[in-house]
């Protein structure tokens, strides 16, 4: 009797528990999480209880998120977002430098990095600003948006971190696209993009000008820049259609890949599971995206569709750069393969992003009711 | 201001998530074509990088042949040690490296110099020894340290060693590291496979001469390694062939005895086998210890090796060249003979001089020897017959005999970089010269030839192989100091043939009449007090060879500076008629051939044939102070 009293105690615990959760985004989630350990164990194994840790803290701040209604994040979005931008700033006048680059925040009991926040207060706070717009955004609203983007992705790049500059920036530049900027000024946005190109090539780091030049002709500089390069397309390449076997890439196993638990993971996921591996991932996140933006279509407001469809569509960036450097068809920026690699500050980015698109799913009907 | 309208609204956004999902689906697209290029188009070529990436080919070195005497004594071998190599260009700043490395190992200023010397000769990617021959206590200090020393590794090595250090050190030669001029030699037979693992290269002697049958074939490992270069596991394993061994011709204790009997002086000594060339023993004193080349020497210790005015590193059998004096007699005797310019019996008055041009060519003895025949000038060793002789057979005539005798040309023995010495005739000094005036051969430089002073100039060597042509009745052998060479991996030897050069169809009585004279030389003549109470019948023969030039005047040995005293020499075979061992021994500056060089002659006969060692162990001091008294 007692027995059945708490059966069914645990039981509306669970319900409540989930309740606010997504069954197919966990589902799909879930199995990413799950391949990241299986990869992680032939990667880096004494790194899984860490990963597993961060993925516990990950799934937690996704569970708190989906149930924060979208219209108290709305309120959240300027007071993160200034709060982001002062810590970019307080960054780049007393950051701590690691590896040539400011990037990270002593605050005393812990080292933070405030541009990691930035990818999800850009969307959140531009998503807002066009809510607040009630007519039809015009050309002078999308101008402020763009100077509310540039300024942290300016900040971001100067510390530098081309990575999360192009995040960021992506991230910000979806909110202007789903919020319906047109095709007109977006293509003259690209020409004029590729006219400036030649200033922009000035602008860059040498080591940043190095990767570009590399990711060309990686041969070039086979034991400096072109070394990750070449080693990751060998360990894709050398896996075949069906791969190595776990644990068993040589590439892998002998500490040819370099970053191999983080940036460049996917090259050992793909030499030990070959095409067919990379055709399971592939589907998995076109899966996960293609619920993110079923998610945002059917979005009761236009804060929450767009903050949905930026969010998914960061994901998206994730994976393709990630996937994309790592064969070799994009330069070499510092992104992670989304909920794979390891390190536990952009999984918890990117389950706030989850988080947020299960807590617009739960609330799509809410507000027209 | 125009009001939104809500459907209108959302139609437009659900377009453009239409259209971010197809950009998503286009590019998901984009990176499948990446993987179906790199997974399957160029599927083959990734994997022979990544096989080429895991499995790496390591040369195993084979163990360098052994070197033994006829006997099977070793003279040179291998062993195995730990050496301590840093590779420059991954060590950083080396002299801070070694500083450190100098906190837990000791490294002595000589391990500085010697590892400097190889830094300049060698190029900064090539991993070069900073100590050699670490104890274990030693390897397992710096591996507990090895973190704080990249670039610096401990290997396993084979090193020659020659057991006997400077003992036999001509002859045997040393491998150093290998150079550019090596690699030159290695490419041109096509080795430069067989040689990648190989660091060392024959330099000097037999280990020159003999390089590409003593280095053996290089086994290989495949192997596993990883991004850091280091092995993993082993896949495949080819084992080495060791180099063949050489079986020397030489006898080292005759060589030891040989040696010995030199004691502090310089010199050389050369015993052939006569009936096949073998070389049986060759000093060059002073030697040097060829172990010191073997880890790359110091800088000290080349220097000195090279400025010592005793220049140890010239191989004196080969490379000295050395008027033969009053050895040159026999052949001399033999060539008028050969000639028909003399009879046997055929006597001169000797009034202890001989008048030339109005030039008196003086004799050894004041007074002379009286009525002197063939047999007596030889025993007494008289010059006047000799500058009569000389005289009378005229310059060319001479040369072409000793020519014929090997004198003035390289010999062949298996050892490069032989002199060729001086063999003056008309023609050499035509070549030699240039001025027109020095160019002509005055009737006057015959006389002193006749003796062998003038510009004779002969290696020990040659003056041995002339003295074992005549033991062997006129037939020469090319002499050589490798018996045979043992393969390896069939154990066949490869005999090198006793090679006659060339029978020079002396008449016999004419042999026999020189024979008989030297016979004559030990029992009654210069060298007899050498030769008291030998248990053998030896023919021999003195000589002292003028370093410098005493016009007319008198001169006495004492009274004169080591380096400008005469040489010594001494040609000797036996037992007389049957001879199996002949010789040539030079002292510099050492005097008189009778007192200097004729008792190291006796000691190696006395060995040879009876197998008697000197009664006292020769010590270097003692023998030097019986030599010049």
């Known amino acids: 009797m007692n027995r059945g009293i708490g059966l069914a105690t645990l039981r509306e615990w669970w319900r409540k528990l989930v309740a606010p959760l997504d069954g197919p985004l966990m589902l799909i989630a879930g199995l990413l999480l799950l391949l990241a350990i299986g990869i992680m164990a032939s990667a880096s194994p004494e790194r899984i209880n860490a990963q597993l840790i961060n993925m516990t803290v990950a799934l937690v701040v996704m569970r708190i998120l989906a149930q924060i209604p979208p219209q108290r994040l709305m309120h959240l979005a300027v007071p993160i977002y200034v709060a982001g931008v002062l810590l970019l700033v307080a960054v780049a006048l007393f950051g701590d430098v690691s590896k040539g680059a400011r990037r990270w925040l002593n605050l005393g009991f812990m080292r933070a990095q405030p541009s990691e926040l930035m990818k999800i207060a850009m969307p959140l706070l531009l998503a807002w600003f066009f809510q607040k717009r009630e007519a039809m955004p015009r050309l002078r609203d999308y101008a402020v948006a763009a100077i509310l983007l540039l300024l942290p992705v300016g900040l971001i790049a100067r510390q530098p971190d081309l990575g999360t500059a192009i995040l960021v920036l992506a991230a910000g530049f979806y ?109 998995l996140y076109a899966l996960l995206i293609g619920r993110g933006l079923m998610i945002a279509a059917n979005a009761a407001t236009l804060f929450s569709r767009l903050l949905a469809g930026a969010v998914t569509m960061i994901f998206f960036t994730y994976a393709f750069v990630n996937m994309g450097m790592v064969s070799g068809i994009l330069p070499v920026v510092g992104v992670p393969l989304p909920l794979i690699s390891y390190g536990g500050t952009a999984l918890v980015t990117l389950f706030i992003g989850i988080g947020i698109l299960m807590s617009i799913h739960g609330n799509r009907m809410l507000v027209q009711k | 201001m125009e009001f939104k309208n809500p459907q209108e609204e959302l139609g437009r956004f659900r377009s453009r998530i239409a259209v971010a999902g197809g950009f998503v689906l286009v590019c998901f697209m984009l990176l499948f074509a990446r993987f179906l290029w790199l997974q399957i188009v160029q599927h083959d070529y990734y994997q022979t990088r990544a096989e080429d990436n895991r499995i790496s080919l390591v040369p195993i070195v084979p163990n360098r042949g052994l070197i033994v005497d006829r006997n099977g004594a070793v003279l040179a071998r291998n062993y195995s040690a730990y050496t301590l190599e840093i590779t420059p260009a991954r060590a950083g700043d080396l002299e801070k490296t070694i500083d450190g490395l100098a906190t837990i190992i000791e490294i002595e200023a000589k391990d500085r110099r010697r590892f400097k010397k190889l830094m300049d000769e060698s190029k900064s990617f090539e991993t070069l020894p900073i100590r050699t021959r670490l104890s274990d206590e030693e390897v397992a200090r710096f591996i507990a340290h090895r973190y704080r020393f990249p670039g610096v590794e401990i290997k396993a090595r084979l090193f020659r060693q020659y057991p006997g250090g400077a003992f036999a050190s001509h002859i045997l030669g040393y491998i150093g590291r290998i150079t550019d001029r090596d690699l030159e030699k290695i490419e041109a037979r096509e080795e430069d496979a067989n040689y990648r693992g190989t660091d060392h290269f024959g330099k000097t002697g037999l280990e020159q001469r003999y390089e590409f049958d003593l280095h053996g074939i290089s086994g290989h490992e495949q192997v596993e390694v990883d991004a850091g270069g280091r092995a993993v596991r082993t896949l495949t394993h080819t084992p080495p062939v060791a180099g063949n061994q050489l079986t020397l011709t030489i006898d080292a204790e005759l060589q030891r005895i040989a040696e010995h009997a030199f004691g502090d002086r310089k010199g050389s000594l050369v015993a052939i086998e006569p009936a096949s060339g073998g070389i049986l023993a060759m000093v060059s004193v002073p030697n040097y210890d060829p172990n010191l080349f073997v880890d790359g020497i110091d800088s000290q210790n080349w220097r000195e090796l090279n400025e010592s005015p005793d220049k140890p590193m010239v191989n004196r059998a080969l490379n000295g060249a050395y008027p033969p004096g009053s050895t040159f007699k026999p052949f001399m005797a033999l060539a008028a003979l050969e000639l028909g310019k003399r009879r046997p019996e055929q006597a001169i008055s000797d009034p202890g001089f001989f008048n030339f041009g109005g030039h008196h060519f003086r004799d050894d003895k004041k007074g002379g020897h009286g ?175 003028q ?66 060692k000197p009664k006292a162990p020769a010590l270097p001091d003692e023998a030097a102070a019986e030599g010049d008294g």
């Open chain 2, 371 to 545: 009525m002197v025949d063939m047999y007596k000038s030889i025993v007494h060793s008289c010059d006047t017959y000799y500058y009569m002789l000389a005289n009378d057979m005229g310059i060319d005539n001479i040369a072409a005999f000793m020519g014929r005798l090997g004198l003035g040309q390289r010999t062949g023995i298996d050892i490069d970089g032989e002199s060729e010495g001086v063999l003056p005739s008309q023609e050499w000094k035509k070549k030699r010269f240039r001025k027109p005036e020095q160019q002509k051969w005055y009737a006057g430089e015959t006389i002193s030839i006749g003796i062998g002073q003038g510009y004779n100039a002969y290696t020990p060597i040659q003056l041995a192989q002339a003295t074992a042509t005549l033991a062997n009745n006129g037939v020469m052998f090319r002499p050589h100091l490798v018996k045979y060479v043992t393969d390896t991996r069939s154990g066949d030897k490869r005999l090198i043939e006793p090679e006659p050069l060339r029978n020079l169809q002396l008449k016999p009585e004419h042999v026999e009449v020189i024979r008989n004279a030297m016979i004559g030389v030990n029992k009654e003549g210069t060298g007899a007090r050498a030769f008291a109470g030998a248990e053998y019948v030896s023919a021999g023969k003195t000589g002292t060879a």
């Open chain 1, 175 to 283: 909110v202007i696209f789903f919020a319906g900027l047109s095709w007109k000024i977006m293509i003259g946005m690209a020409v004029a993009a590729v006219a400036a190109a030649p200033l922009a090539w000035n602008l860059l780091h040498d080591y940043q000008r190095h990767r570009i030049l590399t990711l060309f002709d990686p041969e070039k500089d086979p034991l400096g820049k072109g070394f990750h390069i070449i080693q990751s397309t060998i360990a894709i390449g050398s896996g075949g259609i069906f791969g190595k076997g776990w644990k068993s890439g040589t590439q892998a196993q002998l500490e040819f890949i370099p970053e191999r638990h983080t940036d460049f993971i996917f090259a050992v996921f793909s030499e030990e599971f070959g095409l067919f591996g990379n055709l399971v991932l592939l589907a």
């Open chain 2, 547 to 612: 370093v410098f030039s005493y016009k007319g005047a008198e001169h006495k040995t004492e009274s004169m500076a080591a380096h400008l005293r005469d040489h010594a020499l001494f040609i000797a075979f036996a037992p007389a008629d049957k001879p199996t061992i002949a010789l040539a021994v030079l002292v510099e500056n050492g005097g008189f051939g009778a007192q200097a060089a004729a008792p190291i002659a006796r000691q190696v006969l006395d060995y040879y044939l009876l197998g008697r």
